[in-house]
């Protein structure tokens, strides 16, 4: 069974500033700060769906849990161990900021059953991070992985495209600093700029337009490849779909099936690669898994029309006991 969490959003909480493009109602589609009272409801609802608690966590997010006051702090950790040690769920997840880790901090956490770590690191390049108003410098993002490695947690690290002053270059440069920390999962969220935010004020003045989702998916397509290529995992690309975010959106690379879209344009290209050497003359069936048919043909077909404007002839066939990403090509006669 798949790995599954019981999400507590705790928007804004603890944050020391306002980073460029943050607006926490929008992102987590709330405002009111979570009580111990919703952990217990929130357990309760998944357990009456009957999640499978030993691939299940009880998560923090949406604010930077650490920095939070103590006493809300640990009343959200004791409300949550309550129900780890009733149903043996896999653990405690929360996501923070890198310049909210330290010892003290990390013995607290380990005593309450944390076991997994999301640090926003969104950049390794200092002068992106001081642009969106960070309040961190890459280092504090090394420094903090490091300590969270050496406590024993399981460590995420969270990284953003298309910044202000960002590019993809430096993007790239970010996700191979990421690599070098050795995190056991990775979040890749294009910006998406929201309505009262530092980034919407930007725009506004034309002084910054975020790269739209046709413009980065093939980017971060790449991304994709290159952080599984480590066998780190990319558990979330792109930012969950939302009526709040579609509302409050006024410009960047939202789209409510991001990492499909991602992966139309692998399948797109592993696809091409396969057929380089063949002869435009005749007409090819293409396998994958038949799981991932839909995205090997891509959202609306595009790829079987990308394919059809290069030259090919082709169909896209679903077929058993293919990996993921694995190609086929068989002429038809």
Do not use: W
């Amino acid at each position: 069974m798949s790995h599954s969490n019981i999400s507590i959003f705790v928007p804004h909480k603890g944050c020391p500033n306002d980073c460029s493009f943050c607006n926490q109602r929008a992102i987590s589609g709330q405002t009111v700060p979570a009580t111990p009272l919703d952990v217990e409801n929130a357990v309760k609802v998944a357990i009456e769906y009957n999640v499978d608690p030993k691939n299940t966590e009880i998560a923090f997010f949406g604010g930077s849990f650490t920095a939070i006051e103590r006493d809300y702090m640990l009343s959200l950790l004791t409300a949550a161990k309550h129900f780890l040690d009733i149903y043996n769920f896999k653990g405690i997840r929360v996501s923070t900021r890198p310049d909210c880790i330290d010892e003290s901090i990390l013995e607290t956490l380990k005593n309450y059953g944390v076991t997994a770590i999301e640090l926003g690191a969104q950049s390794m390049c200092d002068d992106v991070l001081l642009a969106n108003r960070r309040g961190h410098t890459a280092e504090d993002v090394r420094n903090a992985s490091k300590l969270i490695r050496e406590y024993g947690f399981e460590l995420g690290l969270q990284m953003m495209t298309g910044l202000y002053k960002s590019d993809f270059t430096k993007d790239e440069y970010t996700a191979r600093e990421i690599i070098k920390l050795q995190p056991d999962t990775v979040r890749v969220y294009p910006t998406v700029v929201l309505k009262n935010t530092h980034l919407g004020f930007l725009q506004e003045k034309g002084e910054y337009i975020a790269p739209t989702a046709e413009e980065t998916a093939p980017f971060c397509a790449k991304l994709l490849q290159i952080f599984e290529n480590e066998n780190i995992r990319v558990i979330k690309l792109g930012l969950h779909s939302s009526e709040t975010v579609e509302s409050d959106m006024v410009g960047g690379a939202y789209h409510p099936a991001f990492r499909e879209l991602c992966e139309g344009h692998i399948y797109l290209q592993k696809i091409l690669e396969k057929l380089s050497k063949k002869d435009k003359n005749l007409e090819y069936a293409i396998y994958v898994n038949k799981k991932v048919l839909s995205k090997a043909k891509g959202q609306q077909k595009r790829n079987e029309k990308a394919l059809k404007n290069q030259g090919f002839h082709c169909i896209i066939k679903g077929k058993e006991n293919l990996e993921e990403f694995q190609i086929e090509v068989a002429e038809i006669t």
